[in-house]
């Protein structure tokens, strides 16, 4: 089969080699955990009940999760095995399950959303996404989706060009990011203050502003300012291969105070942000028991170890 999962569009067969996700023809997860690490409406109970999927469509040149998205690291699961692997996330207590880059495995998650459905999943499912995503794919998931949450990582097609190599982002990302308004609304919450369905938009701001975050805001304030905001302070230079100056230094604390002032005027009416110095907190080890220090990797861990543990 010819891919067009993604906008890249590549057209492999990825039975024969990966494409430019560096995926092939089985659905690859590197990591199950209950985590902690993402926006307080998805982090009630036992945490988000993260599913991190290797490859990535968009191959950014500083993604923290390179161990993983640039790799094909991890466990090759079958539809049937993730769904009893998210039933268990529903059994420790968490509050939504959250997949993380998982579009380009489409079909299979599909049949896993649907098959877990049937053996009682009623948990809320978050789509987390970098925001490059055909209409069609999302489409095809979106009868078992309640909750996007994607990123618009840059607010120009050059940016895009430069650090991830696709040169549509910005186009394509705007309609990803309005069919998601357009189809699933405002975040809503229930009565513990938990999501339960609607859009979050993220946009990690980037040193020297090359995310071109003021386009982003004006972009989305446009859709609604209804939208919550995720403003992120945790890029990591460490995680960056290439020759642009700026990306080998950290986010000044000035360049961030300044975005979260024009979120402010532009009346967004929930912002997320980030302490500054939290960077160490969101930068995985995949190899290790607890890939963000909070919760285990079910995938690693021993079958005897107890909900209590694991959360």
Same mark, same amino acid.
């Given at each position: 089969m010819n891919c067009t999962l993604c906008p890249r569009a590549c057209g492999i067969d990825r039975g024969i080699r990966p494409g430019p996700c560096h995926a092939g023809p089985q659905m690859?997860?590197?990591?199950?955990?209950?985590?902690?690490g993402e926006e307080p409406p998805l982090v009630k109970g036992a945490g988000s009940g993260?599913?991190?999927?290797?490859?990535?469509?968009?191959?950014?040149?500083?993604?923290?999760?390179?161990?993983?998205?640039?790799?094909?690291?991890?466990?090759?699961?079958?539809?049937?095995?993730?769904?009893d692997y998210l039933l268990d996330l529903e059994r420790m207590g968490c509050s939504n399950i959250n997949l993380v880059s998982a579009t380009h495995f489409a079909p299979a998650l599909a049949e896993t959303l649907s098959e877990a459905r049937r053996r009682g999943l009623s948990l809320p499912v978050v +789509?987390?996404? #970098?925001? %490059?995503?055909?209409?069609?794919?999302?489409?095809m998931l979106?009868?078992?989706?309640?909750?996007?949450?994607?990123d618009v990582k840059y607010g120009d097609d050059h940016t895009a060009a430069r650090l991830c190599r696709v040169r549509d982002y910005w186009d394509t990302t705007r309609q990803a990011v309005s069919w998601c308004w357009e189809t699933a609304g405002a975040l809503r919450e229930d009565a513990d203050g938990a999501a339960a369905a609607g859009l979050i938009v993220r946009h990690l701001v980037l040193p020297g502003m090359l995310s071109n975050p003021f386009a982003v805001l004006e972009f989305v304030s446009g859709l609604s300012r209804e939208i919550p905001l995720s403003l992120m302070s945790q890029y990591d230079p460490g995680f960056y291969e290439g020759?642009?100056?700026?990306?080998?230094?950290? +986010?000044?604390? #000035?360049? %961030?105070?300044?975005?979260?002032?024009?979120?402010?005027?532009?009346?967004?009416?929930?912002?997320?942000?980030?302490?500054?110095?939290c960077v160490r907190s969101y930068s995985p080890d995949f190899q290790a028991l607890r890939p963000f220090g909070d919760g285990i990797n079910l995938l690693n861990a021993a079958p005897d170890i107890t909900n209590e543990n694991m959360a």
């Amino acid at each position: 089969m010819n891919c067009t999962l993604c906008p890249r569009a590549c057209g492999i067969d990825r039975g024969i080699r990966p494409g430019p996700c560096h995926a092939g023809p089985q659905m690859h997860v590197a990591a199950i955990v209950a985590h902690r690490g993402e926006e307080p409406p998805l982090v009630k109970g036992a945490g988000s009940g993260a599913v991190f999927f290797s490859g990535c469509p968009l191959q950014c040149a500083f993604c923290q999760n390179r161990q993983i998205s640039h790799h094909r690291r991890g466990s090759a699961l079958s539809p049937s095995r993730l769904a009893d692997y998210l039933l268990d996330l529903e059994r420790m207590g968490c509050s939504n399950i959250n997949l993380v880059s998982a579009t380009h495995f489409a079909p299979a998650l599909a049949e896993t959303l649907s098959e877990a459905r049937r053996r009682g999943l009623s948990l809320p499912v978050v +789509l987390n996404s #970098s925001g %490059y995503e055909s209409i069609g794919t999302l489409e095809m998931l979106r009868p078992y989706i309640d909750i996007y949450l994607m990123d618009v990582k840059y607010g120009d097609d050059h940016t895009a060009a430069r650090l991830c190599r696709v040169r549509d982002y910005w186009d394509t990302t705007r309609q990803a990011v309005s069919w998601c308004w357009e189809t699933a609304g405002a975040l809503r919450e229930d009565a513990d203050g938990a999501a339960a369905a609607g859009l979050i938009v993220r946009h990690l701001v980037l040193p020297g502003m090359l995310s071109n975050p003021f386009a982003v805001l004006e972009f989305v304030s446009g859709l609604s300012r209804e939208i919550p905001l995720s403003l992120m302070s945790q890029y990591d230079p460490g995680f960056y291969e290439g020759d642009i100056p700026q990306m080998h230094r950290s +986010l000044d604390r #000035s360049e %961030y105070a300044v975005v979260l002032e024009r979120a402010a005027e532009l009346g967004f009416e929930t912002v997320f942000a980030q302490d500054m110095d939290c960077v160490r907190s969101y930068s995985p080890d995949f190899q290790a028991l607890r890939p963000f220090g909070d919760g285990i990797n079910l995938l690693n861990a021993a079958p005897d170890i107890t909900n209590e543990n694991m959360a």
